[in-house]
């Protein structure tokens, strides 16, 4: 299905994904919007010409400066507001009067993303991360919890440092072991993170808990995530209550949230299946998504080098399994809460999601010659002050953060 | 100082105390209170009246459903406010006219509490616990880890799952071990812990960091807490990430916020002192707070068992030196931040905060008689359904929670 709009570019923001975000522009209050080729629609002004009043729902949910109260009213209306945009976008579109050759309304409906300043797309309230990539949590260095394929391991993130891409990442200080003994410093293992999220549409009741093959009804939709880490402060702090401050100074995601429905056609069967108990079996084979992610180390004095390329589909627990799990004991969830997979490492050196496997913290440097007319030789054990990581995902656009000195 | 209240019932809400909560009656919408006495002072109605027009900030504040909006006013506001409110309620006000003669206005600003339900005073964004007791860190199941008198170490909690006191609290089911293998199930080890715990007031900003002498300056006040715990969850699932399902069902907290100000004379020193780190180099050696919590069974069957009395003053680390390491790789802190110490057990058999600790995990009963017409020898090794628990603290009123069955 193709589109009136030009999506020929490298962005992948074509009819069948229609990610929404929230932008801003000279002109306008920050609102929601849906990519599409270069432009974003504004679905705020689409609702105030009317055009959602066929649809069931207050439309006041499309007004907002956050996605939670669009995102709380369930996939019922997300599917028929995604299929009236898909109707207008359409090249072959029957209402062709309304939008496509009504230039005045073009002009008043689509902004070039250009012109777009992006914001964080949903107020959140917990943020979740499991740890679901197997292997990464085989990684050299690591021991394989007996726990680890029985359930869906993980912990509780810090919702406040959660930004958006291109948000400056500040090298955090902290408290780490230097020659066996605890110093204060700035962080000398910084690293990132390639993960997958899904934020949460419908929430839950405390008290109750949510069947696995219905927990997908829970997930608005999607981004791609850098969980920004301080290996030495993480590993100084971790016994025995897991990761602190080696976290939660910074977790960046991508501006634009795939919304289920468009992860349908790239379903795909978890790494490996094993007996489960039975909360945790899912009726649903291809319960996971094949999303490829490409990893690049940018910066000044850098042409933008891939370093990796990593697959959303490389986990041992589905989004289900994980909410089943999260909600078994009566947990509740509330829109906008975000659940991350954790670290999404492949089989292959070319798929690694993080420096700490790719350098064997910090042992074995990861190299590289950059191309171009000075050839230069990179060395990297960990990040330094000016990288820039960027994770791009076709349809999510981009999810990326530059390393500033910590002071 | 004494107010022409009676304050003499053992709640400890005194002219001294002036806990912050939010009310709502069968007449008036949820909105804030001080407690004082068997009464709480409609903060909201006196800002109507314009009772604070003589203090510069917004007034509009007052007059909302939470605490967050006055609590990130910073504390020279809540000194002012305070200060009137003690005047208005003091036995000798020279204000006498305005409200402890004027019959007409007492009707309006006073609600008797037992005609008031209390509600969640503010809306959290994190929940952090740390881990800062000693004597729980020490306990006879526990390794005490060699960062442990080096930081304060702390995991990120769960929000979503914090309650009131009286809310009922559904025995959660989960995964855990049973003969070592792997089963889901109602838990049979639920058990609770008794915890002392902060709200923020003034955040930080993302990348800046808390200077540990200025860090008592972002606290509001505090609120006596329960962080009921799954110990057969908790213990399968908590290598290597920390703590997850075993915490997230329910942690409940007192309804009354007591102010930071009011808590000046019961300033205590730390248990011990060590070298530090500078950033952790407080220049206040009183750091800390001495708060007798005492913790009793209740239920059905049970008169009131006062089981422990715990004390806040037993920690290694000041709410001011948490902050402080939060904050110091630049993890922002919002207004509303629930950070709280961990589990407040003392030196003594008589003074610990969880049954963990009491039965030797389950192996050691914790038995005792009723008193009353009939006799009964009561043992627990760990909660049962229909047991309540309760702490009480003088002026933060109860804090506490019925077992409900798993279904």
Redesign the interface.
Known sequence: MTSWIDTGDDSGFCLDVLPYGIFSTEDLDARIGVAIGRYILDLKALAEEGFFTTIDFDSSALMGSTLNDYAALGKQVHKQVRDLIQELLAHATRRGAELRDNQDRRDRVLVKRSQATLHLPMSI??YTDF?VGPYHAQNPG??L?R?YL??P?????????V?ISETPI?R????FLLDNN???GD?QKLDFEVEFAAFIGQGSE??S?IPVDEAEDHIFGFVIMNDWS?RD?QN??????????GK???TTISPWVVPLEALEPFREHPVSSRPL???LQQKREDSVYSVPITVSLNGKQLLSHEMFKCNTKYVVFSFAQMLA??T???????TG?LIATGTLSGPSRKELGCLLEATKNGSEPYEFHTSGPETKNIVRRYLEDGDIIELKASGFGSCSGLIVSSE
């Not at 391991?153 to 440092?161: L, T």
């Not at 078994?328 to 509330?334: E, I, Y």
Request: hydrophobic share 25%; glycine share 14%; proline share 10%.
């Open positions: 309230g917990d740890f690591s021991t919890h726990n029985n359930q391991i993980g912990y509780h993130g810090r919702a406040s440092s930004v500040r955090p200080k902290g408290q605890p110093i204060f962080c405390h008290g808990s301080a402060i100084w702090e971790s016994s025995p209550l897991g990761p602190f401050n939660n100074f910074a108990l039975p909360y799990h999260h078994a004991g009566g947990c509740p969830l509330r809460d």
